[in-house]
């Protein structure tokens, strides 16, 4: 029994040749995607690398893909602090991509930028359970009365949501009513939207995206993010460790946790919104090469040039992003250049992990001193996994991770002492491709191809 | 038969005094409230955010540490900037330090928008009667 795993990555299409029993990786192999003629041609190529021998025995096929864009999602709530900021997170924890996010009654101006973003989906949220109706029954009427065409999931106050989806019935090509993302201002309740993201998904959008050919023949299945977040669940489930990965990529810096993130110490106030204790965060300006101009301008320059073996010239580092993000496929030349690359990849790591964790602030109170937590505390993760080009192709990932792990903030509650483990054969996805059916073979499969970078003392 | 029996509960600015809130979410829950406690701490931002996204009746403001004057102030014009202006404010505890008659206090939180104001020692059963009275349905026949 072989298991057939694919990822259609924007630049990629990787395959990963799986044995079931006993569980193991037999070999992977990737081929540039095909997106402008059909998928399947990238997928071709990447299977010929297998011998006729190897493929035999194949029973199971199951695909991710962010080619073509990924998943595209608005999310509407009401307002940004609570619902806008629940429905990001239950759109993040499903793999897509959100292009926008809004707040309160929306205006026409943002159904004219909403319409021009040409989103594959809309999330509709707004009100907690038995909260306010207004708003979200207006945003449904201003959405049907528009020209907007996208398939729309209803995750608002359920006393709200039926109507909503009823005023939007026939005027956009689905409706698909579910659990409120915020039943109350204290609870975050994504699972159901997330699944319901992923139905719309399998039954909507590959079609709109013409991979419904895809799905049929290989089993395509969930975007690319999704996949990696369900590898790092079941690790975290399996192993009982808390569980960060960082997918250092060229256009983007996605981090995922997996933690409940209560403090670690005693006395502490935890104030804002919930968070869910699978939190994926996407930074769209910290990416390595297609965004690097954007990176550069986020990270401080002088941390950059403290963290390299020799000065910098000026007008080195701007020549330098623009020669990168011209080729995905770009690879540092020199030594100086892998150099910068390094100390570039630590600082997008750790501006990343500035994000994604949780942070403490002191505040004086007529009672005295108190630490208020906002966020969720990672302080005890215990394993991360790294993956992304710029790691797996550097000369050594390891201090490259440790230095991307050392923010040497004590009030950013960022992982202290984790084991470090580097994805250098692009497993995740395939992983929890795998881990929905077969936990136990993916599980095998992680343990066989992660490789153990050390730990970090704390 | 109330029209609405949702209230939004906390305690304001930096004060931290947490027993009264937790006696007060017992006591409203008893009575029959949804209450959204937000605990100690809670900014103004934070009152009228649930209160918006709840649609609530009414917000109960506590505060144990004197600094009432400071960090009650601006509610209610913020409530009317959210397009809540017109909940029910009621704020209670040690609300200013110094030598002022309740009378005096009281006068100041109703200039400042807070249509009841209790004094220290207050029981939970007098306010909640006043919230049964302010939030009852009255297009409701008996």
């Not at chain 1, 602090?81 to 499903?94: D, I, S, W």
């Not at chain 1, 309160?104 to 909403?114: C, F, Q, R």
């Not at chain 1, 707004?126 to 528009?146: C, F, H």
């Amino acid at each position: 029994m072989k298991a057939l795993l694919i990822d259609f990555g924007s630049t990629y299409t990787k395959v990963a040749l799986v044995s079931m029993e006993p569980p193991g990786l037999i070999a992977v192999s990737q081929a540039p995607t095909t997106v402008e003629s059909d998928l399947m041609e990238g997928l071709e190529a990447a299977l010929a690398s297998f011998t006729g021998r190897q493929l035999r025995g194949v029973t199971f096929k199951r695909a991710s893909s962010s080619a073509a864009g990924g998943l595209r999602l608005v999310a509407v709530g009401l307002v940004p602090e609570l619902t806008v900021k629940a429905a990001r997170e239950a759109a993040l924890g499903a793999g897509a991509r959100v292009l926008a996010a809004y707040a309160y009654t929306l205006s026409g101006t943002e159904i004219a930028e909403i319409g021009a973003l040409k989103p594959d989906l809309l999330l509709l949220a707004g009100g907690t359970d038995g909260g306010n109706r207004e708003v979200i029954l207006e945003n449904a009427s201003r959405i049907a009365a528009s020209a907007l065409e996208m398939p729309v999931v209803v995750a608002g106050n359920k006393s709200a949501a039926d109507e909503a989806a009823a005023i939007l019935k026939g005027k956009v090509p689905r409706v698909e009513v579910t659990g409120n993302v915020m039943p109350g201002v204290d609870r975050l309740n994504v699972e159901p939207a997330r699944e319901a993201i992923r139905g719309l998904y399998l039954s909507e959008i590959t079609r709109a995206k013409g991979l419904d050919r895809v799905q049929q023949r290989v089993g395509l299945v969930m975007p690319t993010p999704l996949a990696v977040m369900k590898a790092g669940e079941l690790y975290w489930k399996a192993t009982g460790r808390e569980t960060m990965i960082i997918d250092l990529g060229g256009a983007t810096t996605d981090v995922h946790s997996f933690a409940d993130g209560r403090p670690r110490d005693a006395g502490r106030i935890v104030k804002g919104p919930p968070e869910p204790p699978v939190k994926r965060t996407v930074e769209g300006d910290l990416g390595m090469r297609v965004s690097l101009s954007a990176l550069l301008g986020v990270i401080p320059t002088g941390e950059l040039a403290e963290s390299l073996p020799f000065t910098l010239d000026e007008g080195a580092l701007p020549a330098y992003a623009r020669r990168a993000s011209l080729s995905r496929d770009f690879l540092p030349g020199d030594e100086k250049e892998r150099a910068l690359d390094g100390a570039i990849a630590g600082a997008a790591i750790r501006e990343a992990l500035r994000r994604h964790a949780g942070s403490l602030t002191e505040t004086y109170t007529p009672q005295g001193r108190l630490w208020v937590q906002q966020g969720k505390d990672l302080t005890a993760t215990a394993a991360v996994i790294a993956t992304g080009g710029a790691l797996v192709h550097g000369r050594d990932p390891g201090a490259l991770l440790r230095a991307g792990l050392s923010l040497g903030d004590p009030l950013v509650l960022s992982p202290r002492s984790p084991q470090i483990f580097l994805d250098r054969a692009y497993i995740l996805a395939s992983a929890g491709l795998l881990g929905e059916t077969r936990p136990e073979a993916a599980l095998a499969v992680l343990k066989d191809t992660l490789q153990p970078l050390g730990g970090i003392s704390g | 038969m109330l029209r609405n029996n949702r209230v939004v509960l906390g305690v304001i600015g930096a004060d931290v005094h947490a027993v009264g809130n937790k006696i007060l979410e017992m006591v409203l829950t008893e009575a029959g409230f949804e209450v959204i406690n937000l605990g100690v701490m809670v900014s103004q931002e934070e009152f009228i955010n649930a209160a918006v996204e709840s649609a609530a009746g009414a917000i109960w403001v506590s505060s144990l540490y004197g600094h009432g004057e400071i960090d009650c102030r601006g509610l209610r014009e913020k409530c009317y900037e959210a397009g809540i202006g017109d909940i029910h404010l009621y704020v209670g505890g040690n609300l200013v330090v110094g030598k002022r008659t309740f009378d005096e206090v009281e006068k100041l939180f109703k200039e400042m928008g807070y249509d009841r104001v209790y004094p220290p020692g207050t029981l939970p059963e007098e306010a909640i009667a006043h919230l049964k009275e302010d939030l009852a349905d009255e297009s409701a026949t008996d």
